[in-house]
């Protein structure tokens, strides 16, 4: 092996940055527009999600600054309608579901399992560009006037009562799920062919194995959106009448089709994170993740009872008694896994060695945010008390605290702890601690008193509220300050560091991931050599073994 | 303290003004806060637990106490733990909720019906004595009262936060809900399904009343016309009359007595004749064939607004005998123009 592969591990004092990597294999812009690299790939789709996260952030802060207040003073009821409207497709289809497969999902995949590229890696860049083109098109539908259907799209609304350019949105939903399907097939595939010898299913880290069940998602799962997108444009263009009462058809199908994926896609969006959540604790205890089996299958089990829980979003709806008691059941199975997932982190810890680093840190936030999320999912899950909660700011307030709460606290662990991996460079690590404390302060403020507004009734999407409510939405409107700056301080200061940051060296955290053996930022392709497996994920002694081994390399070099 | 008095005043008041809690003000209410309490018991439970752990485990085993990780694969006892007990808790609560939720949704017999139908944005109340009102519900405590549902464009969501009570209101379809005001007061009506540009503007008041008052604010607020009366000229002028005749040669099947009966259907299907089962028949009559009669029935879609097929509804309900029928059939004979019979040729051109 090369020097450039291994730099002495134990000792950063002493890490230099890489002369080739795959940051500097090619040069120039169109290197990386036609790039195949599924590394380059990723790094471009880090680059448009936080652009797109900024302009769904932006819709939220004036969505709380407009809610400050309890009469419609901000801006007419039309353009709250907007704010809301953007917030939640910008936020869901450009950021929550393509946020962590797609940026560390593609980069670390193949890393992981031992694989030079994603088996498709021109259907990997063509997976970008879609979602691009998805992403303009969302752009112009709001730069030409935007669009006030809500995320949900709820026919008759959206077909016939409103003229903003509903399928210009619709378009672009249906272009970037095509990006999510070709992402999850390009997944599949590679982990099912590309896996390095020695390297069984049951050695790959849970990364992914989440990765993997979030694809079983995508690709079965988007298809019926896009039906769905289809058969509201015909409706709208042609009034052909499937969602049409007065012509036979049925004004609750489209919001089936629409739910048969879109609750899925909340499990799309959940469980990258939690294969985010498993790789850092397991590193910073030093110590394998407790019970791997019953952590893979949970991951597998959210996937299949998922798409059998959808018609929850439609307990009030005059549905069938029947089919709302199999629903709900279904709905406390679902739950399941993740309560599983919880423990088994926790556990992880004991007898562990912890080091609290910034990926740990908001991996705590996690598991404590995720928790309340969840389990106040079992609220609406159960039957009679949806009925009072449901379409109030009770969702709002659980779905962020899974979202929000969960995803993002997980996307961001997942960007802390590759960081080093992806760019070569360390951030500041108080500043990056202050970040987390200040998102996790500014979450709770913001989105703990919707419970209560929630409980008191106040329904979600209203422009103005009873003055009652005003107390609680002031609370809430301050904390969403306090996590704009949360959100804030990781753009600058990792910003700063990818120039003036500390050389990370190939493995900064000591962990046992593939990823970390090779060198920070990898190779364009990833491994010398063809690795041969022996051992399993999270096997600390290993590593241990083999650090021994090169530092004896290196003295011997020395 | 350097805070102005008036200022002090102002924020005194603002946060005495603030609800942190709904009214229980339905039979419900207590029901449902019974389950909240619960699964906010459970909630916190589940919190303190995986904090605990979480604390105890960062300050037992962190690297300066305990510097080398104890490797450990797992344990089957502690999987099997904590999947039975949290499936348990989650079973409890689905029992819990689904009684609940048929304790929402299945009204007592003797529930008085009012009628509601939504529209952007503004709902619109009708008693059956013919009382109307927009965004105010006038409600007596003490009695079951049921709304009969309908919207005339967007899914709407017709919900009362102080009775726990909610509905989805949809284009096409009746739905009802029901409950049993327990104080007198006034409270928020709030549409909760997004339904356009004034969807915080589709609010209104319920205003729970004593029996007594009720009745007062009834006689004192009337139109003069029953929605049964309304119905019954509707039902004239539509030329329903001329099938539905009730005598045994008519076209059309017997209407007197009809309402909550059961019915075979000529597809062989058995319905009972409940608002929806009528509202559907008129709409779309060739879909709702009684046994033993001929699907000559034209469809009345787009011919008569929601209000119109309420009043209409509302007739057939509370028709008991045909005499009533017969007499308008009579007044109608004695002064008509052409010998023909005119209903197949009237609805066609309809």
């Known amino acids: 092996m090369s020097a450039t592969t291994i730099v002495s591990l134990p000792d950063q004092a002493t890490a230099q940055m890489p002369k080739r990597s795959y940051l500097n294999n090619e040069h120039g812009l169109l290197s990386w527009l036609l790039t195949a690299d599924h590394k380059r790939i990723g790094m471009l789709y880090l680059l448009s999600i936080t652009f797109f996260f900024f302009i769904g952030g932006a819709f939220a802060g004036l969505i709380r600054l407009e809610l400050l207040t309890p009469q419609p003073d901000l801006v007419a009821s039309d353009t709250y309608n907007k704010f809301f409207t953007m917030h939640g497709i910008v936020m869901i289809f450009l950021f929550l579901v393509p946020s962590v497969p797609a940026t560390l999902g593609n980069f670390l995949l193949p890393i992981m399992i031992g694989a030079k590229d994603l088996a498709f890696p021109k259907i990997n860049l063509l997976s970008w560009y879609l979602y691009m083109a998805g992403g303009i098109f969302t752009l112009a539908s709001l730069v030409l006037g935007g669009v006030d259907t809500g995320w949900t799209f709820t026919t008759p609304l959206s077909t016939h009562y409103l003229n903003t350019h509903v399928l210009t949105t619709a378009t672009a939903i249906f272009i970037a799920g095509f990006s999510s399907i070709f992402t999850g097939l390009n997944f599949i595939v590679t982990i099912h062919r590309m896996r390095a010898p020695g390297m069984t299913w049951f050695r790959m880290p849970l990364f992914c194995w989440s990765q993997y069940a979030a694809s079983l998602l995508m690709v079965l799962g988007t298809p019926v959106l896009a039906i769905a997108i289809v058969l509201l444009a015909l409706e709208r263009l042609f009034g052909i009448g499937v969602f049409d009462p007065a012509k036979g058809g049925d004004p609750l199908l489209f919001q089936h089709l ?25 590193t910073f205890t030093r110590k394998r993740v407790f019970g791997y089996t019953a952590v893979a299958f949970s991951s597998v089990a959210i996937a299949l009872f998922g798409f059998f829980v959808w018609a929850h979003h439609m307990f009030i709806m005059g549905v069938s008694n029947y089919s709302a008691l199999v629903f709900s059941l279904l709905t406390m199975l679902v739950a399941v896994p993740s309560a599983i997932k919880i423990f088994n982190w926790a556990f992880t810890m004991q007898k562990g060695s912890i080091t609290f680093e910034t990926p740990m840190l908001y991996a705590f936030g996690f598991i404590g945010l995720f928790t309340i999320g969840g389990l106040t999912g079992i609220f609406l899950g159960s039957l009679g008390m949806d009925v009072h909660l449901t379409e109030t700011y009770f969702v709002v307030a659980h779905f962020h605290f899974v979202m929000v709460g969960g995803m993002l606290m997980a996307f961001l662990a997942g960007i802390h702890f590759w960081w080093p991996k992806l760019t070569g460079r360390m951030y500041p690590e108080s500043l990056s601690k202050l970040a987390a404390v200040v998102t996790f302060i500014g ?63 190939n493995n900064p955290w000591q962990a046992t991931g593939l990823e970390w053996q090779i060198q920070s930022p990898p190779l364009t392709e990833n491994f010398l050599e063809t690795p041969i497996i022996t051992h399993e994920a999270y096997d600390y002694e290993w590593l241990e073994e083999k650090m021994k081994l090169e530092k004896q390399e290196v003295t011997h070099v020395g | 303290m350097g805070i102005s008095p008036v200022l002090w005043q102002f924020l005194v008041n603002w946060l005495h003004s603030s609800a942190l809690f709904p009214t229980e003000a339905s039979t419900i209410a207590p029901y449902t806060d019974a389950l909240y309490f619960f699964l906010i018991g459970m909630t916190i439970f589940g919190v303190v637990l995986v904090g605990a752990l979480v604390t105890v485990f960062s300050l037992k085993y962190r690297r300066e106490k305990h510097p080398v990780a104890v490797q450990i694969e797992g344990s089957t006892l502690l999987e099997a ?33 009012i009628y509601v139908v939504g ?73 909760t399904q997004y339904c356009g540009t004034l969807h915080s503007g589709m609010i209104g008041e319920v205003t729970a009343m004593t029996p007594a008052d009720y009745q007062k604010w009834l006689s004192e607020s009337t139109s003069g016309m ?48 409940n608002d929806a089962y009528l509202r559907d028949a008129i709409l779309n009559p060739s879909e709702h064939v009684t046994a033993g009669f001929s699907p000559i029935m034209p469809t009345y879609q787009g011919q008569v607004s929601e209000d119109g097929l309420i009043d209409l509804v509302e007739y057939i309900k509370n028709m008991q005998s045909n005499y009533r029928v017969h007499q308008t059939l009579m007044t109608s004979d004695s002064d008509k ?10 609805t066609q051109e309809r």
């Not at chain 1, 939690?274 to 790789?279: D, R």
């Not at chain 2, 123009?337 to 009237?346: L, R």
């Open chain 1, 258 to 282: 629409f739910w048969f994926y879109s609750h899925p896609a909340v499990y799309i969006m959940i469980l990258p994170g939690m294969g985010v959540i498993s790789e850092v604790i397991s």
């Open chain 1, 443 to 505: 979450f709770n403020l913001t989105f703990l008193p919707q419970f209560v507004v929630g409980y008191l009734g106040m329904p979600r999407r209203y422009h103005a509220y009873p003055a009652e409510y005003q107390v609680l939405n002031v609370l809430s409107t301050a904390g969403a300050t306090i996590l704009g700056v949360g959100y804030m301080l990781p753009i600058l200061y990792l910003g700063w560091s990818l120039k003036y940051g500390a050389i990370a060296g």
């Open chain 2, 337 to 346: 123009a052409a010998p023909t019979t005119p209903t197949t040729g009237t």
């Open chain 2, 226 to 273: 029953s929605l049964a009366q309304n119905g019954e000229r509707l039902f004239a002028s539509l030329g329903c009359i001329q099938c539905h005749s009730g005598n045994a040669a008519s076209r059309g099947p017997n209407l007197a007595g009809v309402y909550g009966s059961k019915l075979t259907l000529t597809n062989g299907q058995q319905v009972t004749v």
């Open chain 2, 81 to 113: 733990t904590w999947t039975i007990i949290p499936l348990a808790i989650f079973l409890v609560t689905f029992v819990w909720g689904a009684l609940l939720y048929f304790r929402i949704y299945n009204p007592p017999a003797n529930s008085m019906n």
């Open chain 2, 119 to 191: 529209k952007q944005w503004m709902w619109k109340a009708e008693h059956p004595g013919g009382q109307h009102e927009i965004n105010a519900l006038h409600i007596p405590i003490g009695q079951p009262v049921q709304l009969t549902m309908i919207s005339q464009d967007v899914f709407h969501s017709f919900s009362i936060p102080d009775f726990r009570v909610k509905r989805e209101v949809i284009p096409g379809r009746y739905t009802t809900v029901w409950f049993q005001a327990t104080q007198t007061g006034k409270f928020h009506i709030f549409c």
